[in-house]
């Protein structure tokens, strides 16, 4: 056993760049999917404590649908299911100072109902007596924005007219003080707003606290059974539903980013162990013809694909904590009210990404290990290993019928298989394209030759023929186009509603615009409204998925220098015979950087032929239920190619240099 | 050794080769000195591990001496740039090697002409020539195969570089 993990440990040691990026690509990729999991949750519990903090432990609250509707202390009857109730009053009025507006909500209620349901906090701890009058409490938040200290008068507008406020105190930004809009909430004493606004009931709104034992929906059923459902309605202050699918929602698009890096860690791995098997193959000679059997020999392969699974993982938690916490801090500064959204780290988060690290490495290895321990042990003895090739039209087949499939199932996939049906989709839509692209690849670099052949001279020519058969062109090209569709997908998907809502609102007469976060409720409220004709909820998605999209290139950019870094160490003989046959340094650089260039530009045309199925497989999927198709960008897709051929023309730097510092003695002697 | 007069096609001049390794040096060429003429076949022979393929290195410009110097018509090869030296390998030095070398992704016909395909040739151009070498090793109908293509024994036929040399 020691002997195996000290084989093993050499291994890793003396490819150290190949291990690095396999390490690399597991680590990425687990920390991205642990970031996924823990989004949701982060967002979830914030929002939770947010409508704790705002309602305090009223579960239940009641408004009056109709201004006839008397809302006052008798309206809701006093039944052993409410342990404590508070009506509060709202009004909305407007503080400016300097040009600047800013919304302030006029909040009063009994003090002494209020106390009991959600007792306002003050920030020199002091308690609330004498408050009377024209005083006004105001949050922390407010004061050290505007430079209001206590005792100042502050003027507010009320329906266009200005009311003046002393300041009684500064209360602690949480209780009824948090927000989840723009603007402030204010204290004012309960009669201030009785008498300074009309307003047909004595209060907008009625919290109750459920007794001990009674949830929030037994006591919002109870209340809809004794109140006229004409007259009032009665919600749940907390929508724990809403809150989870409004977390979901935030972390859909981090999941559909793992997703791709995922798949890119699949296929940087297979490529990966392809080659560590070709290159062990004397070694697994070794083993066999001293009478190994074909499971130790598999055995032995895997274990070291476990090690870059395990570790992988591990170390993809703490980077994971780091960047959710970067991503957290991003996220609660867009929020209007600017709070910090404190981590949440799920366990079962935890779990599921470092089994997903060690599954895609175990599972990624398995196919070109199993192969290379079932080969006859002659063949490998002799060195006579020849990899049988399947013909064209086989993989052609099979990548037309994998796409034809994988654009058609979403469309007729029931709605409760959407999301299995699209995962299906993207997957084969991706398999597909990682059959087709080897001919793909052929058929394109014979029309090269010829372009090139006349634009480049020789050296042009000679560089496209190198395209094709090439396995380590076809395995770049691959990783491209994984990266590049997944940076296309995000960002048109990201960039859509944008266009979407500015498109919507073209020749239309828009009143008002309101953000933040709006649940079912508000918008059939809002729809009841006098003159409202559509009201259209959206989902604006957060300006750091672009930032994880450059995750993928991240994970492309490495992989495809490692692959790059492979090319050149297994045409090293090829690039000597080339220069014993009197290829000069410079025909060098420029025939390599000519493959390069014309991989980046396959990858890249791949990539937005694919990444534009895939933009319909996802809004088929999980975007708005909308009849408008997505109008894409053309900039996007041009811009992304225009990527992927940079990375590639980049990352032939090394070999570029490699090959220049050849000893060519070296790789000509076959010792 | 015969003396020669004119200009040999290749001569070495006190060729001496040192290897240092394992803080040892092994002088494995010991000031050699040689003249092969135009149109000569000459046969270097000698015990394992003499310095035979070292000589031929440094004399076909892949090696360079630790002293002593190599001329190529006339012209002393060892001071060349990496330039002025790839342009003598394709015009002047064919190889064949001991485990043929070929290129796996070109097919006969460009295995042959590469020298002068990176000379900036076309292969339309030496058709003619081409075929003559084909039908002479005996690979006319296996010109578009690539190296995969062809069994073992095949293989060296090509004598690629020194074949095209010869068509240049």
Not at chain 1, 241 to 255: L, N, T, Y
Not at chain 1, 343 to 368: F, K
Not at chain 1, 499 to 512: R, T
Not at chain 1, 518 to 544: S, T
């Amino acid at each position: 056993m020691k002997i195996i993990i000290k084989y093993i440990l050499t291994n890793m040691k003396e490819r150290k760049v190949r291990t690095v990026v396999m390490l690399l690509s597991v680590l990425l990729s687990s920390s991205l999917l642990f970031v996924s999991f823990s989004i949701g949750a982060s967002y979830e519990s914030a929002q939770q404590k947010m409508a704790r903090g705002m309602y305090g432990s009223a579960a239940v609250s009641v408004t009056a649908l109709q201004s006839a509707a008397e809302l006052d202390d008798d309206t809701v009857p006093d039944i052993p299911e409410i342990k404590a109730k508070a009506g509060i009053r709202k009004q909305a009025a407007m503080y400016s100072q300097g040009g600047y507006y800013e919304t302030v909500d006029l909040v009063s209620a009994n003090l002494e109902q209020l106390n009991l349901i959600n007792r306002p906090r003050m920030s020199d701890g002091s308690g609330i007596t004498g408050f009377s009058g024209n005083q006004i409490i105001l949050p922390d938040r407010f004061t050290s924005k505007f430079g209001v200290s206590k005792g100042d008068t502050v003027t507010l507008l009320i329906n266009n007219f200005p009311v003046s406020f002393e300041v009684f105190g500064i209360a602690a930004y949480d209780t009824l003080f948090l927000r989840q809009t723009r603007g402030a909430t204010a204290l004012v004493p309960l009669d201030l707003l009785a008498g300074t606004v009309q307003q047909p009931q004595k209060y907008s709104e009625i919290l109750l606290e459920p007794a001990d034992g009674v949830t929030a929906g037994e006591l919002k059923s109870c209340l809809e059974e004794k109140l006229p459902q004409d007259r009032y309605h009665v919600s749940e202050t907390v929508d724990e539903a809403q809150i989870a699918a409004d977390a979901r929602q935030k972390s859909m698009p981090f999941f559909l980013i793992s997703f791709f890096a995922l798949t890119m860690s699949v296929f940087i791995i297979y490529s990966s162990y392809k080659v560590i098997t070709l290159d062990r193959l004397p070694v697994i000679g070794t083993f066999r013809s001293i009478g190994a059997e074909e499971r130790t020999v598999t055995s032995i392969l895997l274990a070291e694909s476990l090690v870059y699974g395990l570790a992988g993982g591990l170390l993809g938690i703490p980077v994971g904590i780091a960047v959710l916490k970067v991503i957290l801090h991003g996220m609660g500064k867009g929020l209007a009210q600017g709070i910090e959204i404190p981590a949440v780290i799920p366990l079962p988060g935890i779990a599921i990404s470092i089994a997903a690290a060690v599954i895609v490495s175990l599972l990624s290895s398995w196919i070109p290990v199993r192969r290379a321990g079932r080969l006859p042990v002659k063949e490998v003895v002799l060195g006579t290993v020849e990899e049988k090739k399947r013909p064209a039209r086989y993989t052609i087949g099979t990548a037309v019928i994998l796409g034809a499939v994988s654009i058609v199932l979403p469309r007729i996939a029931p709605e409760k298989l959407l999301y299995p049906a699209g995962g299906i989709s993207l997957l084969g839509l991706i398999a597909a394209a990682i059959l087709f692209i080897p001919s793909f690849t052929n058929f394109v670099a014979r029309g090269l030759e010829r372009i090139y052949g006349t634009v480049f001279g020789n050296e042009g020519m000679l560089a496209a023929r190198n395209m094709r058969d090439n396995r380590n062109v076809t395995q770049n090209i691959t990783l491209l186009f994984i990266s590049i569709s997944a940076v296309i997908s995000i960002s048109a998907v990201g960039n859509f509603v944008t266009s979407y809502i500015s498109d919507i609102f073209q020749g239309a007469e828009l009143e008002g615009f309101a953000d933040g976060s709006m649940d079912d409720d508000f918008i059939r409220q809002v729809k009841g409204f006098e003159g409202i004709e559509e009201v259209l909820p959206v989902q604006v998605l957060d300006d750091r998925v672009h930032g994880e999209g450059s995750f993928i290139l991240l994970m492309a950019a490495v992989g495809i220098v490692n692959n790059l870094l492979i090319n050149y160490m297994q045409r090293r003989r090829a690039i000597a015979m080339y220069k014993s046959a009197g290829l000069s340094s410079r025909q060098n650089v420029k025939m390599m950087l000519i493959e390069g260039v014309s991989a980046g530009l396959i990858g890249a045309a791949a990539a937005i032929a694919v990444s534009y199925m895939e933009i319909q497989t996802i809004f088929i999927v999980a975007g708005p239920k909308i009849s408008i198709k997505p109008d894409l960008d053309a900039a996007i897709f041009l811009a992304a190619g225009a990527m992927g051929i940079v990375v590639t023309a980049a990352g032939s730097v090394v070999p570029i240099l490699k090959s220049r510092q050849m000893k060519l003695l070296e790789e000509i002697k076959f010792e | 050794m015969k003396e020669h007069s004119g200009i040999a096609a290749v001569e070495g001049r006190n060729i001496t080769k040192d290897f240092v390794g394992g803080g040892a040096v092994s002088n494995v060429l010991k000031g050699i000195s040689l003249k092969v003429m135009q149109g000569e076949f000459v046969s270097v022979m000698g015990q394992s591990g003499s310095g035979k393929s070292t000589l031929l290195y440094i004399l076909g410009g892949l090696d360079t001496p630790t002293n002593g110097s190599v001329y190529i018509d006339g012209t002393d090869i060892c001071s060349f740039d990496d330039a002025k030296m790839s342009r003598i390998r394709r015009q002047k030095i064919g190889f064949v090697f001991q485990f043929y070398n070929l290129i796996p992704n070109l097919n006969v016909e460009e295995n042959i002409m590469l020298p002068l395909l990176l000379d900036g040739k076309k292969i339309r151009d030496y058709r003619e020539q081409l075929d003559h070498i084909l039908e002479v090793v005996g690979l006319s109908d296996r010109r578009k195969h690539t190296p995969r293509q062809l069994s073992g024994g095949q293989q060296p036929d090509h004598n690629r570089p020194g074949r095209g040399a010869c068509i240049a």
